[in-house]
Antibody
Framework: EVQLVESGGVVVQPGGSLRLSCAAS????????MHWVRQAPGKGLEWVSL????????YYADSVKGRFTISRDNSKNSLYLQMNSLRAEDTALYYC????????????WGQGTLVTVSS | EIVLTQSPGTLSLSPGERATLSCRAS???????LAWYQQKPGQAPRLLIYGASSRATGIPDRFSGSGSGTDFTLTISRLEPEDFAVYYCQQYGSSRGTFGQGTKLEIK
């Protein structure tokens, strides 16, 4: 069974940093590109970042470029999102999701981890 | 960047009725790289349709997708109580998988 389990979400002050993790199981992790998608409370879905199967290519939404860094450790079947210079508008539920290729739909999603940026 | 606009924002229907949800793109979506997701309260999104018209594994055949270019439609032929949720379209032709703002399907 495919499982994606996010962790690391907490309450953090504006300007602070945080690293989210996504543990994958039930599939060959390095066969897939991985994404982070966020959802602010009561709002829609916003794609955040993408990493290729080998970590060689990464992409970011304009809203997080220069502040967030996506990475993966295929030996640990894990995906990460390093979040720096956090702002109130980064408050959201952060989901990890997988896709077969860089340009492909997201066929499995985790349940999300909540990040709250507040003083 | 391709912008996706979904309509209507809210759709009020009764079980057994037919639902038609629209997704319009600001420019052509390459190779019909258009997906639909369903999200229920407190749950992660679930893939329904990919490639504009292909049903994902385990999705009932009352869900169907159509369209190409800039205009896409999700149709639910006969609504079941469990179908009332928020639906999002997504284009994945570029490396940035942008989403529409969602259509809330509510019970009338």
């Amino acid at each position: 069974e495919v499982q994606l389990v996010e962790s690391g979400g907490v309450v953090v002050q504006p300007g602070g940093s945080l690293r989210l993790s996504c543990a994958a199981s039930g599939f060959t992790f390095d066969d897939y590109a991985m994404h982070w998608v966020r959802q602010a409370p009561g709002k829609g879905l916003e794609w955040v970042s993408l990493i290729s199967w080998d970590g060689g290519s990464t992409y970011y939404a304009d809203s997080v470029k220069g502040r967030f860094t996506i990475s993966r450790d295929n030996s640990k079947n894990s995906l990460y999102l390093q979040m720096n210079s956090l702002r109130a508008e980064d408050t959201a539920l952060y989901y990890c999701a997988r896709s077969e290729r860089l340009s492909s739909y997201f066929d499995y999603w985790g349940q999300g981890t909540l990040v709250t940026v507040s003083s | 960047e391709i912008v996706l606009t979904q309509s209507p924002g809210t759709l009020s229907l009764s079980p057994g009725e037919r639902a038609t949800l629209s997704c319009r793109a600001s420019q052509s979506v390459s190779s019909s790289y258009l997906a639909w997701y369903q999200q229920k309260p407190g749950q992660a999104p679930r893939l329904l349709i990919y490639g504009a018209s292909s049903r994902a594994t385990g999705i009932p055949d009352r869900f169907s997708g159509s369209g190409s270019g800039t205009d896409f439609t999700l149709t639910i032929s006969r609504l079941e109580p469990e179908d009332f949720a928020v639906y999002y379209c997504q284009q994945y032709g570029s490396s940035r998988g942008t989403f529409g703002q969602g259509t809330k399907l509510e019970i009338k």
